[in-house]
């Protein structure tokens, strides 16, 4: 199973990706990890202490305690040198980070699963980052395209899942718990909305479907998403799905 969620910032990506994760592992048995480091500062993998565990990360996050998982792969000081580079830089590294990720050695993995990925570029690189606008060098939206040609040759049964959120939803949760480098402003709530809206509706992706998290629970959703995930699932995920049984 090949998965990309998609969606604005508070809309509940990272939170829907945690109880897929645990979901996959109950019901199909396998470790199910996905590449959450898309927005600006946070484009590294989580930094885990020795004798730990990402899922200890996790849980210890979730408690109250430690750091967000995300954000633990640079130092605080790392993170304020990378939102000092020049929009030229940035878009630079963002494009080997995007091209890195879809090469080969990734799509020959089973499970091979991003949050946001192309499509937070394609919505934030030039209303925040300073690049990637219509028509320009990078134009994200035009290479996003590109990219989902290539994830077409490469993994036609990816799944796209657009995670969305009224806009007094989104500012209610920015109000209750701010992220460190949060990116989306209050003004911005609804220009962010329709773009991601209008990016899922123009992928070239095939499996789509939609989420919308502002009224449900966590437990809510996961119900939601694995109703609607399962009329496109492949064959081999499908038995796993009939068989499998936890010892």
């Not at 500062?41 to 408690?63: D, F, K, Y």
Request: aromatic fraction near 12%; charge should be negative; charged fraction near 30%.
């Amino acid at each position: 199973m090949r998965l990309i969620l998609m969606g604005c910032e508070y809309s509940g990506t990272t939170t829907l990706f945690r109880q897929i994760s645990k979901w996959v592992k109950e019901n199909l048995g396998d470790e199910f990890g996905f590449h959450d480091h898309w927005k600006l500062p946070h484009v590294s993998h989580p930094n885990i202490p020795e004798g730990s565990t990402i899922e200890e990360m996790w849980e210890a996050w979730e408690a109250g305690k430690g750091t967000d998982p995300t954000m633990s792969g640079h130092t605080d000081e790392e993170n304020e040198q990378f939102l000092g580079l020049s929009p030229k830089i940035r878009e630079s590294f963002q494009r080997y980070h995007m091209e890195y990720h879809i090469g080969d050695s990734f799509y020959g993995d089973a499970h091979h699963n991003n949050i946001g990925f192309y499509f937070d570029e394609a919505v934030y690189a030039s209303l925040y980052y300073g690049y990637g606008a219509s028509g320009e060098y990078g134009d994200r939206v035009r290479y996003a395209r590109r990219i989902e040609a290539d994830i077409m040759h490469k993994a036609p049964d990816t799944v796209l899942v657009h995670v969305k959120a009224d806009a007094d939803v989104i500012r209610k949760r920015m109000k209750d718990n701010p992220h460190k480098y949060g990116l989306v402003q209050d003004k911005d709530v609804e220009t962010v909305l329709a773009g991601f809206t209008q990016q899922y509706e123009t992928s070239f992706l095939r499996h789509k479907f939609e989420i919308d998290t502002s009224k449900s629970s966590v437990g809510e959703s996961i119900c939601e998403f694995v109703g609607k995930l399962i009329p496109h699932l492949q064959s081999e995920d499908r038995q796993k799905l009939m068989f499998y049984r936890k010892d």
